[in-house]
């Protein structure tokens, strides 16, 4: 299946528009972020791979309410919500309705890739940002960026042309674990695994 969320070159979502995009059901929204383009500062790329999380979701951090830890997922739709997992990498997601978000997973290097390099320390451009910690360390995203919207430096997202969407079930959760909410660009080598 394709989606159509704008053009090639397309301006960054700012304001209302950024707002009416992310303001949908995640799984919309975890689709339609396929293919668009992310920028942190100079390095960025474009997003190859997401999973959504909702409130009622046991595998979400939203699932048991709002937390000084989790206050982020119920900010505005485009807001930014980093955590750390394994107690050593950051990950990043995206607000869409209040206590849901998108997991960005893993995007194709394409602006400041010698910048990335050095920070992954990793010069093979299909293991730059093929996961959701790798990409955060190429990315230079931390808890400092935390709780801010998309339109608001360092980020900006630009919306994309059509791409195919494959599905399949989350990685590296126990609940909730059948759910098919992992989304990707098909035939993407940019990816943190294979879809079967």
């Given at each position: 299946m394709t989606h159509a969320a704008g053009a090639i070159g397309a301006a960054p979502l700012t304001g209302p528009d950024l707002t009416r995009f992310?303001?949908?059901?995640?799984?919309?929204?975890?689709?339609?972020?396929?293919?668009?383009?992310l920028r942190v500062g100079d390095v960025g790329g474009r997003i190859t791979e997401?999973?959504?999380y909702f409130p009622d979701?046991?595998?979400?951090?939203?699932?048991?309410?709002?937390?000084?830890r989790n206050g982020a997922m119920f900010g505005?739709?485009?807001?930014?919500?980093?955590?750390?997992?394994?107690?050593?990498?950051?990950?990043?997601?995206f607000v869409c309705t209040t206590g849901s978000a998108v997991l960005i997973r893993a995007l194709e290097p394409e602006a400041g890739i010698p910048t990335?390099?050095?920070?992954?320390?990793?010069?093979?451009l299909t293991q730059?940002?093929?996961?959701?910690?790798?990409?955060?360390?190429?990315?230079?995203?931390?808890?400092s960026l935390n709780d801010r919207l998309l339109d608001r430096p360092p980020f900006s997202i630009s919306p994309?042309?059509?791409?195919?969407?494959?599905?399949?079930?989350r990685i590296g959760i126990t609940k909730n674990a059948e759910a098919p909410w992992?989304?990707?660009?098909?035939?993407?080598?940019?990816?943190?695994?294979?879809?079967?």
């Open positions: 992310f303001e949908r059901d995640a799984i919309a929204v975890a689709r339609d972020l396929l293919g668009c383009h997401t999973e959504a979701d046991a595998a979400s951090h939203a699932f048991r309410g709002p937390t000084p505005k739709p485009g807001n930014v919500y980093i955590y750390r997992i394994y107690g050593m990498h950051w990950c990043v997601n990335m390099i050095d920070r992954r320390n990793n010069d093979a730059l940002c093929s996961g959701p910690g790798k990409l955060c360390q190429a990315l230079g995203i931390d808890l994309s042309a059509p791409v195919e969407i494959v599905a399949g079930k992992r989304f990707g660009i098909s035939g993407s080598r940019y990816l943190s695994k294979p879809f079967r």
